[in-house]
């Protein structure tokens, strides 16, 4: 057969089995491999039926994706899978660990399924811009119906063995040896005499059933959910085949709509972004054998908004955790903040009573440093104050153990001073959570200048227990997420001086895919914390760095966001939606005024350039310090961080896939016309000059 698929007999029952570590792509190797094994099992009269197994941690969780975008190899998956469909004798596939994408549409294309409980199924390609393309909507429809198949390929979430159970996806929960549960069904079915049954041949589910009105239903849900994505709806059309064309011909239309799928922009930018998150977690540098410290116990220093939600997410993973404050009522004030917290999902329905309490038991509360001599990691979330954090850092020395991991979560201080207020600056790190903590999937890993590679790697291996993408990064204001992000706002207040309002400007990014614009952002995380930046910059800064005014204006007037209940929208009491500020357009008007610039109209694109490019331009300075290891990290952060559409794949991907000379050329013009700030980073010049992008570094 075949290296990674062979094929065995036991008795009456030919089980082909399946191994390309690590998740059992379906590769060429495997394709070929499990199309040639079908067919000898069928050619072989001793063999009356035949078990599909994988070995490893899972089934096969889909389509290699390393092949997208490479000329196809024969035999394609749709091949396969019909082959294997059409076979007359029975076929089982045995499920383990997560049957994805082709994975399960081999598996639908057996003709029986049964899988451990702790399974999952489900077809996630439109999270890569694609739709199933190997029969997935065409058969699942048949075994679940038309809107709960929809309602699984549109999400593209997987749903657990026993609820495929109860749809009818498998036909048995097993335990125990997968081989052997194979066998055991495969013999059983034999004995009652069953035969080939054949999804696709199936319409029990299709029928009687008003389908269309569930795809005009989930028509509609796409438009307004997701409009600027190209796959969803057309996972609907190919869904809809399923009752409106013969199988043959319904596998014809999911194949055109896979086609356009395939060799969609989105699809290369989803498909960069699963990848990148991947490659986020290898460290160039790190030697290969450095030992990773056990983390069995942690704490956290202060217990205000960042301090409780990195508590919740030790707790989340099981790991017990102290909360040290400043005095005792706020120290209770903080368990009650996580209690609260805990609460609010239990009302959501996503906790239980008592997870919530388990978890609970889990954090404690402490206003003694010497309480923490026990722990493996402490977090330090004070004030965003040196001083503060000096004090904080030496009675970390002074009382932690040796060998414990001392991690600050400053957003914008210099680890490297931090860590010289210990003895022990290779235990120091940074754990740069976003706000919420327990919630924002990012983590950037701070390596300080004399942060061990134990520690580095013991950091990035408590971020994977607290199931957050961290990805490392070097020392320098405000990291990369920030530090990006600052050249992101100042530019979207420039905007605003110069004739646009924050609705147009927050509707165009928003358009383009961001989760939130820049001025609904500064709403919710308060004015006051941008104009602190500011005033830093303005007295540190050289004159020839202009910042915008709108935020001091604004600040006199008493507008700080959501917080005071106006900012650049205004909020009802107890609403955080969005209305538009009567008060803004004479703020702006005035700004506007003091600077010399008669206000006009701007467009989209211009809206996008000035301030995407802004990201861009000072990603590209990141790289070039070796601040970020490589330019999809940097997409990484932008991704899980700050509501980057994925379906642009990061700003260094969106830079790349419209030609960095575009982008260098635009930012030169920006550069005469809007001074210093857009001064072009020296390896975009490079870049653009030689033809080249950033992944080719
Ligand atoms: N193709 C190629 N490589 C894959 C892969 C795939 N489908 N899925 C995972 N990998 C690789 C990862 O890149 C990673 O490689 P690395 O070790 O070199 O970095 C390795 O497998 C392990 O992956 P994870 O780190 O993600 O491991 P986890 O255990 O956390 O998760 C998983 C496993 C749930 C299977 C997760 O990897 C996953 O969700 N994979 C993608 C599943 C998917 O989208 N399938 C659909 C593909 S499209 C398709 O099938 C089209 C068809 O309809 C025609
Ligand atoms: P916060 O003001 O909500 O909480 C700080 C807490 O620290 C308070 O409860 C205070 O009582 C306590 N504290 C102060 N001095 C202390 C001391 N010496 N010992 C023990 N506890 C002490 O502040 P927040 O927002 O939680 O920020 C904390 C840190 O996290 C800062 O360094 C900040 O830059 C950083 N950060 C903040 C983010 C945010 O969005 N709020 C995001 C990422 C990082």
Not at 284 to 304: H, M, S, Y
Not at 427 to 433: C, I, N, Q, S, Y
Not at 475 to 486: A, K, L, Q, S, T
């Amino acid at each position: 057969m075949s290296d990674v698929v062979t094929l065995e007999r036991h008795g009456a029952i030919a089980v082909v089995r399946v191994n390309n570590p690590p998740v059992n792509a379906l590769g060429i190797a495997v394709r070929e491999g499990l199309q040639n094994s079908f067919n000898a099992a069928e050619a072989d009269p001793a063999v009356k039926a035949i078990v599909l197994v994988c070995e490893g941690s899972t089934f096969m969780a889909g389509a290699d994706i390393k092949e997208f975008g490479k000329p196809p190899k024969s035999p394609g998956l749709p091949e396969v899978v019909n082959g294997i469909e059409a076979g007359t004798k029975p076929s089982v596939a045995v499920i383990h660990g997560t049957a994805l994408g082709g994975g399960l549409e081999v598996a639908v294309s057996c003709h029986y399924r049964i899988a451990l409980k702790s399974a999952k199924v489900g077809l996630p390609e439109v999270k890569l811009g694609l739709l199933p393309g190997a029969g997935g909507t065409q058969r699942l429809p048949r075994l679940v119906g038309v809107a709960k198949a929809l309602d699984m390929i549109v999400s593209g979430d997987p749903i657990s063995a026993s609820e495929a159970l109860e749809l009818g996806v498998v036909d048995a929960l097993i335990e125990g040896d997968l081989t052997a549960a194979g066998i055991a069904y495969a013999e059983q079915l034999l004995a009652e005499g069953k035969g080939a049954r054949r999804t696709g041949e199936r319409t029990d589910k299709l029928d009687g059933v008003d389908n269309a009105a569930a795809v005009a239903a989930k028509r509609a849900e796409v438009s307004k959910k997701t409009p600027g994505l190209f796959s969803p709806q057309r996972c609907v059309s190919a869904v809809e085949a399923a009752f409106t064309l013969p199988l043959a011909e319904g596998l014809k239309r999911e194949r055109e709509l896979f086609g356009e799928c395939l060799v969609s922009p989105q699809r290369a930018a989803l498909v960069h972004a699963f990848f990148s998150e991947r490659q986020a977690s290898k460290i160039d540098d790190l030697p290969k054998d450095t030992p990773v410290r056990e983390i069995n116990r942690a704490g956290v220093i202060g217990g205000g908004t960042m301090g409780v939600g990195i508590a919740i997410c030790f707790a989340n993973a099981g790991i017990p955790v102290k909360i040290l404050e400043i005095s005792s009522e706020a120290r209770d004030k903080a368990l009650e903040r996580a209690r609260d917290t805990y609460g609010m999902s239990v009302k959501r329905g996503s906790l239980t009573e008592d997870a919530l309490e388990k978890r609970m038991a889990l954090i404690s509360g402490i206003t003694d440093y010497a309480d923490l001599n026990d722990v493996d990691v402490v977090v330090e979330a004070v004030f965003e104050d040196m001083g503060v954090k000096q004090k904080v850092f030496e009675a970390l020395d002074a009382n932690c153990k040796p060998g414990a991991i001392l991690a600050s979560n400053t957003s914008s201080l210099d680890l490297n001073a931090i860590a010289a207020f210990t003895k022990r600056p290779e235990d120091v790190v940074g754990l740069h959570f976003f706000s919420p903590a327990n919630v924002m999937r990012l983590l950037e890993v701070v390596r300080g200048a004399k942060t061990s590679f134990e520690v580095l790697a013991t950091a990035m291996a408590i971020g994977k227990k607290l199931k957050k993408v961290s990805v490392p990064v070097g020392v320098c204001d405000g990291f990369v997420g920030n530090r990006m992000v600052f050249q992101y706002g100042r530019e979207s207040e420039f905007l605003l001086e110069e004739g646009g309002t924050p609705d147009q400007i927050d509707g165009v990014l928003r358009k383009f895919g961001l989760a939130m614009g820049p001025f609904a952002m500064r709403d919710l995380s308060g004015l006051d914390i941008g104009l602190a930046i500011r005033t830093r910059q303005r007295q540190t800064l050289p004159a020839e760095f202009k910042l915008p005014t709108i935020l001091d204006k604004m600040a006199e007037a008493g507008m700080l966001g959501q917080k005071t209940g106006k900012g650049f929208y205004l909020y009802e009491k107890g609403s955080r939606a969005p209305l538009t500020n009567p008060e803004l357009p004479a703020i702006l008007e005035a700004a506007s005024k003091q600077q010399g610039i008669e206000r006009r109209q701007l467009t989209d694109e211009y809206i996008i350039e000035r301030t995407i490019y802004a990201l861009i331009n000072e990603g590209a300075k990141i790289l070039e310090e070796g601040i970020a290891q490589r330019s999809s990290d940097i997409d990484v952060i932008y991704l899980n961080g700050y509501g980057f559409p994925a379906h642009q794949g990061g700003p260094m991907f969106y830079a790349d896939s419209i030609g960095l000379d575009r982008v260098y050329a635009r930012i030169c013009e920006f550069h005469q016309q809007h001074g210093a700030w857009w001064k072009p980073a020296p390896l975009l010049e490079k870049l653009a000059k030689e033809g080249r992008k950033f992944a080719d570094l």
